[in-house]
C-alpha cells in the first residue's frame, strides 16, 4: 500500500510538471528587438569643367559660378577634379518590439562630413580659385535618429493604422528622392533637408495617407541678416508645419502639400531718439520683425516592371532652408525700430526617368525659375537687403540640369557612370549710386547670359 501511495504521488507530480511545460511552451514568447545594421563604402571620382559652388568635399553639386573677370581673365573658368570616399555610411534600424497592437521602432544613421576648408596660405587665392578647398579630414555626422510608434488595425475594419515619427529624419518635402546616384539626389530643382521633426502619418485604408509635421532647423537652415541661422527660428518660437495628402494604386503615387514657416529674422534693432536739443542719440529697442512664408508642392511617381518614373514640381515663397533657389528681401524700416520683409518666389521642378535592373539607365531634367516678388513694388532693392539661399546668388533668374547615368548593379556592388549639365542664366545687378541692387522686381534682369558646367560622376559602391 505504502509502495503505490510512493507511486501515485511521482505519477501525479510528473503530470503536474508535464502540464507546466507545455504551459511554458504555449505561451507567446516576450516580443524583443532585431537590429539590423546596414550601410555602404562609397568613392567618387568627379571632374568639373568650371569652378562651381558645391559641398562635402565637392560632391554635392549646386550650380556653375558667375563670370568673375579680372586682368582679363575669367576666374572662373578652371576645371578640377578630384575623388574621395567620405560619404561612406553606417546605419542601424530596430524593429520587432510591440505591445498590443502598438509597435515600437527606431533609426540611427550617420556618415562623414567634408572638414575641409581654404588653405591659410596667403598665395592660396593668388595661384588658385578662391574656394579652393585643399586640406582638412572627414568627420562624422549625424545623418538621421528618430523612434517611431504605429498603431495598427485602426477603423472599425482595423485597416487603418497610424504612425509617429520623433526625432531627425529627412524633411517631408524633400524625402522623394529621383533615380540618381550623386550626392545632391536633385537638388536645388528640389527640396533638400534633414531636421528634427515630430511627424504622423495616418494611413486609411490602403490608398490613403495623410500627413503632418512639426520642424524645427539644425543643419539646414534660414537666411537673414546675419547669414544663414537657426536663430531665426528659435526667437520665433514657432515651428515649421507642413501637412499632404497622398493617394497610391497599384505602382502609382499621388502626393500633394504645403509647408508654413514665420520666423523672427531679428530680436533687437536700432532707432535715432532725441530729447530735447540734444544730438540724436542710438539706443536699442526691442523689433516686432516676423516674416512668414509659403511652400507647396505636388509629387508622383508610377513604376510598371523595370521602368519607373518620379517627377515633383515645387511652387511658392523663399524655401532657402530647404535649398532652394530664392529666399526673401528688405523692403521697409518703421519708426519702431522694425523692418519689413517680402518673399520671393520660385519655381521648380525634376522629372527622372529609370529602366533597367542590372544595368539600370536613368534620365534626369530638372528646371528652376526666379519668379521675384509677387504684388506691389518697392523700387530698387540694394543687394545686401537680399537674404538668398547660401548655396545660390539673387541674381539668378533661372537654371536647368540634364543629367544621363548608366549604373551597373552586380549583387552588392554598384558601378555607376553620369554626365552632368548644369546651365543657369545670370543677370547684372544694377548700379544705383554704387550701391548693387536688383530691380524693383527683385530680379537682375538686364545683360542676361548663360554659364554652364560639364560634370562628370563615377560611383563605385559596395553595400552591406
Not at 140 to 166: C, D, F, H, I, M
Not at 281 to 296: M, N, Q, Y
Not at 311 to 326: D, I, R, V, W, Y
Request: hydrophobic letters at 35%; aromatic letters at 14%; proline letters at 3%.
Amino acid at each position: 500500500m505504502k509502495r503505490t501511495i510512493i507511486a501515485l504521488a511521482i505519477a501525479l507530480l510528473a503530470l503536474g510538471a508535464f502540464e507546466m511545460s507545455a504551459a511554458d511552451t504555449e505561451k507567446k514568447p516576450e516580443p524583443k528587438n532585431n537590429f539590423k545594421i546596414y550601410g555602404f563604402i562609397r568613392n567618387y571620382f568627379i571632374y568639373d569643367s568650371r569652378e562651381s559652388v558645391s559641398g562635402t568635399g565637392d560632391l554635392f553639386y549646386y550650380l556653375p559660378k558667375d563670370e568673375n573677370i579680372k586682368d582679363g581673365i575669367d576666374l572662373n573658368d578652371q576645371s578640377s577634379f578630384r575623388f574621395l570616399s567620405l560619404t561612406s555610411r553606417l546605419g542601424v534600424d530596430v524593429s520587432g518590439y510591440y505591445v498590443g497592437n502598438v509597435h515600437f521602432g527606431a533609426k540611427i544613421e550617420g556618415d562623414f562630413y567634408s572638414g575641409l576648408s581654404n588653405s591659410s596660405n596667403g598665395n592660396a587665392s593668388v595661384y588658385f580659385p578662391s574656394n579652393a578647398k585643399i586640406s582638412g579630414t572627414a568627420t562624422a555626422r549625424l545623418r538621421q535618429a528618430y523612434a517611431t510608434v504605429t498603431w495598427k488595425e485602426l477603423g472599425e475594419e482595423g485597416k487603418n493604422s497610424l504612425a509617429l515619427k520623433v526625432g531627425q529624419a529627412w524633411h517631408p518635402m524633400a524625402a522623394d528622392h529621383p533615380h540618381i546616384f550623386s550626392l545632391e539626389v536633385g537638388a536645388p530643382f528640389g527640396p533638400f533637408s534633414r531636421t528634427p521633426l515630430v511627424q504622423a502619418d495616418y494611413n486609411i485604408g490602403s490608398n490613403w495617407v495623410a500627413s503632418a509635421a512639426a520642424l524645427w532647423q539644425m543643419q539646414y537652415q534660414s537666411s537673414g541678416p546675419i547669414g544663414a541661422s537657426a536663430m531665426y527660428m528659435k526667437y520665433g518660437k514657432v515651428p515649421e508645419l507642413y501637412a499632404a495628402l497622398a493617394y497610391k494604386s497599384k505602382g502609382f503615387l499621388f502626393r500633394a502639400g504645403v509647408d508654413v514657416l514665420s520666423i523672427k529674422p531679428r530680436v533687437f534693432g536700432q532707432v535715432e531718439k532725441t530729447s530735447g536739443d540734444a544730438p540724436a542719440e542710438t539706443k536699442i529697442v526691442r523689433v516686432s520683425d516676423r516674416k512668414t512664408s509659403v511652400l507647396g508642392y505636388i509629387y508622383t511617381q508610377y513604376t510598371k516592371g523595370d521602368f519607373a518614373l518620379k517627377a515633383k514640381s515645387t511652387f511658392g515663397q523663399s524655401g532657402e532652408h530647404l535649398n532652394l533657389m530664392s529666399g526673401y528681401v528688405k523692403i521697409g524700416e518703421n519708426s519702431d525700430g522694425s523692418w519689413d520683409y517680402a518673399s520671393l518666389r520660385s519655381s521648380s521642378t525634376w522629372l527622372s526617368m529609370s529602366y533597367g535592373k542590372k544595368w539600370q539607365k536613368v534620365l534626369f531634367l530638372g528646371y528652376t525659375r526666379n519668379l521675384g516678388l509677387a504684388g506691389e513694388r518697392y523700387g530698387y532693392i540694394p543687394k545686401s537687403d537680399v537674404y538668398f539661399c547660401g548655396n545660390g546668388f539673387p541674381n539668378i533668374n533661372q537654371m536647368f540640369r540634364i543629367n544621363p547615368q548608366l549604373i551597373y548593379n552586380i549583387g552588392k556592388m554598384n558601378v555607376g557612370f553620369e554626365y552632368q549639365w548644369t546651365t543657369v542664366q545670370y543677370g547684372k545687378y544694377y548700379d544705383k549710386d554704387d550701391v548693387l541692387c536688383l530691380n524693383e522686381q527683385g530680379l537682375a534682369d538686364k545683360n542676361l547670359h548663360w554659364i554652364g558646367n560639364h560634370r562628370i560622376n563615377v560611383m563605385v559602391k559596395y553595400n552591406f
